[in-house]
């Protein structure tokens, strides 16, 4: 018993390197790969199958199904990506995930650390040091976590053959016995937030004796289930894609544990056959890998006949905040991870307010109260407000370079949405234009170029000398209307007044749009500017 402390320590040590090396390795690779990484998942989704492998290639690169699954709630945020596409790149990070058992039933379980891991924490260090934030950095942070994951896996193989010795864990295949060796997987993942960590115990298990076949197998199907709950708690307080995907994945992994767990004896059985047959090696981790790739390739085949009606449900759940123009649709916390992602995020929300915004100076133009405008203001405010903390949030990530130069940019954009909303409530309580005259002429002159710059784009830009004739021309008139005593002095001034601050609205606006598209990387459309829809 005296030896108990040193296992459960070793046990511990190995875990927390494992998880050190997956973090390491995943961050670094997310890096090195950047917008290439988005590039490939984006373009090879259009069709069920293309998804379904774009999901899980990407996924064995880099090594996590979490990456993935945020990098796809941001394309279906950007519209980059359909939900009924996303759930084909998810369910195939399911599928992806099986290499790490792979990984470790091949080659961590059977290598010596000083041999090539420890030379991979070395050789990945010195390169992490000597790029900095550039990608050959992030390739060696990701080589040197590589190193340190197989450490890990040295040091659980250790203390697991120390624990066969005087531990039984539950075997058999009675329905406690195998409610037990679920629980077992499913408390793994939720306390160390990471499936992948713990078929790395199961397997490790497995190998030192600890399990059965059958048992491992129950261990394997609870830790898939045990990844669900890390979905929901990022979904909560998300955006409704975020919901609806992480729905998903709930419901992927439920159904599919449910099915296997129904059929495992026969699939156990069916397995050892198959590799009887083959001539394979009597491995219990290989074993083990094999069977989790074979349940989750079983969950994509239930699932293939039922995609089209779980979209279609999904697609009517969660609707109701997205009627809040206050409420952000696209800033999710998961995409944070992900720098490139999170700042297109912060350029689609950015473009809403913008857009917002120039809806407010429209109901201005059109001779709206402040009275009536203040719902929409207090929603952009509250927009802009999320907008201003999601800013923060990305700041604190560790931004490479190129994504730390676009935050300011984005900044002063949602600056001049704040100044040109102020500007039409100013504007909103002055004397409205007349109806009638050739005052009105002039007003709807202004009005019409003011709509034209709204609008957003290039073409906007090129209708920014119009609005500065044709406000001049509305002073002019203005001026002269009062000298002549055809307006009374005080209605003159309102009048000027609301033109002044309609101006700066609009000319913020164009600014705003100006310095959104300036903040977007070289050949990245990025959002378009949905500006406004004048009359």
């Not at 903390?389 to 949602?414: N, T």
């Amino acid at each position: 018993m005296s030896e108990w402390p040193l296992l459960l320590a070793s046990t511990a040590g190995g875990v927390g390197l494992f998880l050190l090396g997956m973090q390491l390795m995943t961050d670094g690779l997310k890096l090195a790969a950047g917008r290439q990484l988005e590039q490939l998942l984006a373009a090879a989704t259009r069709s069920r199958a293309r998804a379904l492998a774009a999901g899980a290639a990407v996924t064995a690169l880099v090594q996590s199904s979490s990456a993935v699954t945020v990098a796809t709630i941001g394309f279906v945020n950007a519209g980059l990506m359909n939900l009924a596409q996303s759930l084909w790149v998810l369910f195939g990070a399911n599928v992806g995930t099986t290499m790490t058992g792979w990984l470790v039933a091949l080659v961590g379980l059977k290598l010596k650390v000083e041999v090539l891991a420890l030379p991979l924490v070395g050789v990945g260090m010195a390169l992490r040091l000597a790029g900095g934030e550039r990608r050959r950095g992030a390739l060696g942070q990701a080589l040197a976590g590589f190193g340190v994951l197989f450490v890990g896996i040295g040091v659980l193989q250790q203390a697991f053959t120390g624990i066969a010795a005087t531990v039984q864990l539950p075997e058999g295949a009675g329905p406690w016995a195998v409610l037990a060796q679920l629980g077992i997987g499913f408390l793994l993942t939720t306390l160390m937030q990471s499936s992948s960590a713990a078929l790395t115990v199961a397997l490790s298990a497995a190998a030192g004796g600890l399990l059965s076949a059958q048992g491992a197998a129950a261990v394997v199907i609870g830790a898939n289930v045990g990844t669900t709950v890390t979905a929901v708690l990022a979904a909560v307080g998300a955006t409704a894609n975020a919901k609806r995907a992480a729905a998903a994945h709930v419901l992927f992994n439920v159904i599919t544990g449910a099915v296997a767990l129904a059929l495992l004896p026969w699939l156990v059985a069916a397995h050892a056959a198959l590799r009887e047959a083959l001539g394979a090696t009597p491995d219990p981790a290989a074993k083990l890998a094999a069977f989790h790739t074979a349940f989750n390739v079983l969950g994509v085949l239930l699932m293939w006949p039922l995609a089209a009606g779980l979209t279609r449900w999904l697609e009517a759940r969660w609707r109701g905040p997205e009627s809040d123009e206050g409420r952000p649709r696209h800033l999710d916390r998961n995409v944070l991870g992900v720098p490139t992602l999170a700042l297109d995020a912060l350029e689609r929300e950015l473009a809403r307010l913008l857009a917002l915004s120039a809806r407010i100076v429209t109901r201005v133009f059109e001779g709206d109260t402040v009275a009536a405008i203040e719902p929409q203001s207090q929603a952009a405010e509250r927009l802009r407000r999320a907008v201003a903390e999601f800013v923060v949030q990305v700041g604190r990530q560790g931004l490479p370079e190129s994504a730390a130069r676009r935050l300011p940019e984005l900044l002063r954009s949602a600056r001049h949405a704040e100044v040109a909303v102020q500007a039409a409530l100013e504007a909103a309580g002055a004397t409205p234009p007349p109806s009638a005259g050739p005052d009105a002429q002039a007003w709807q002159a202004f009005r019409a170029a003011a709509f034209a710059v709204m609008r957003g784009g290039e073409a906007a830009t090129r209708a920014e000398p119009e609005l500065e004739r044709c406000y001049e021309r509305l002073k002019a008139r203005l001026l002269q209307a009062a000298s002549m005593a055809r307006t009374a002095l005080d209605q003159a001034d309102a009048a000027l007044e609301r033109a002044s601050d309609l101006h700066r609205a609009v000319r913020q606006l164009a600014d705003g749009w100006r310095f959104l598209r300036s903040a977007r990387e070289p050949g990245d459309a990025g959002p378009a500017d949905p500006g406004v829809n004048a009359p």
